[in-house]
């Protein structure tokens, strides 16, 4: 049985999660509090500034909850914080202050953007998502199986939907008010590259897959950096870890939709998750 | 196109679930769709392969508006 731990990203389950994290990991959960001048769970409703830490902490307190070390591992997105402290590579609390600067950037990128976000679009062939080429929204990444995730303002996630529903499409929105993994985010990549530049990485303990090159990170602080302006690939990071020998999976966080993704993609694997 | 109802019905949506990696054999009517990790990815896919593949068409939000607790509640609005 080999074991890959692998991290949500945004999990709006997370505002539910204080009292799972102080429970487990109080240090965390104080040092959020510090950090953020408020404690992130109680605002994660309000915004993605406080989403953020919130969504990291509760990964990094179900990491607690792991019964042996991963033999690899892997984050959605924001997840990918989660998946290199696991593995040794950033220290919680250096990562907790990392996230949270990412989310007060991504934050402020919105507020400046106005209404937007992203929507999530699921077609058994794949080939019928070019029919939303075109309509203002970005594609921001894909899930495997057939989920296209796009990204814009709110006028182009309209169009988006209105199109999906024409093609016979199913289309839902995310509730994320940023456009991320879109070029709109390089101001915030820019200043989470400053903030990773004055941390200290180590070698990861174990692999942790990057969820755009789907390959072990090479560069962590350039490439945690430009996954906010890049196409994030989990389909390829679930093929890959199946690639690697995982037979076993485990999500760890707010909210299962790793784990529903996973069953899909690698029908022969334990799936688990660990979590409030 | 002659839609296939009742006992045919409820295998093609078995069918489809257990194609999701869904264990087969906990497919059953009662059992609640949190403790089998259906969510609504499953639904979307499930409403898809009914309509392309089986010309019954059922939208997702006609299912999500009973707030369906067990297999039986999803499979009883598609028979309806």
Not at chain 1, 154 to 183: I, K, M, W, Y
Not at chain 1, 199 to 215: D, G, N, R, T
Not at chain 1, 219 to 245: C, I, K, N, Q, Y
Not at chain 2, 56 to 79: H, K, S, W
Request: proline share 6%; glycine share 10%.
């Amino acid at each position: 049985m080999t074991t890959a731990a692998v991290f949500p990203g945004h999990g709006p389950e997370a505002t539910e999660a204080g009292g799972y994290v102080q429970a487990r990991r109080p240090d965390l959960h104080e040092l959020a509090i510090e950090l953020c001048g408020i404690d992130p769970f109680a605002r994660a409703r309000e915004s993605t500034r406080y989403l953020q830490p919130a969504v990291f902490c509760t990964s990094v307190a179900a990491s607690g909850e792991l019964d042996r070390p991963p033999a690899m591992a892997a984050g959605h997105s924001l997840g990918e914080f989660a998946a290199l402290v696991l593995a040794g590579a950033l220290a919680a609390d250096d990562a907790l202050g990392l996230v949270i600067r990412r989310g007060a950037l991504c934050a402020d990128i919105a507020e400046q953007l106005g209404p937007g976000g992203m929507v999530a679009v699921t077609a058994r062939d794949p080939g019928r998502i070019a029919a939303l080429d075109g309509l203002g929204a970005a594609v921001a990444g894909d899930n495997g199986r057939g989920q296209v995730v796009l990204a814009g303002p709110r006028a182009a996630l309209d169009a988006v939907r209105d199109a999906a529903a024409e093609a016979g499409l199913h289309a839902s929105e995310l509730p994320v008010e940023v456009p991320f993994h879109t070029a709109a985010m390089e101001p915030a990549a820019q200043g989470l590259a400053d903030a990773l530049a004055a941390v200290e990485v180590a070698e990861p303990a174990v692999p942790v897959l990057s969820c755009i090159s789907a390959k072990p990170f090479a560069d962590v602080r350039s490439e945690l950096a430009g996954a906010l302006t890049a196409r994030f690939r989990w389909g390829a990071v679930m093929d890959a870890l199946r690639a690697m020998g995982a037979t076993r999976f485990v999500e760890l966080g707010p909210g299962r939709m790793l784990s529903s993704l996973i069953r899909r993609a690698v029908p022969a694997a334990e799936v688990e998750r660990l979590g409030p | 196109m002659t839609t296939p109802g009742g006992p045919a019905l409820e295998q093609i949506v078995l069918d489809a679930l257990a194609g999701f990696g869904h264990d087969r054999a906990r497919l059953v009517r009662d059992a609640d769709l949190e403790q089998l990790d259906i969510d609504s990815l499953d639904l979307i896919e499930l409403v898809q392969i009914l309509e392309e593949d089986h010309g019954i068409v059922i939208r997702l939000e006609e299912i999500q508006a009973v707030d369906p607790q067990t297999l039986g509640d999803v499979l009883d609005v598609i028979g309806r």
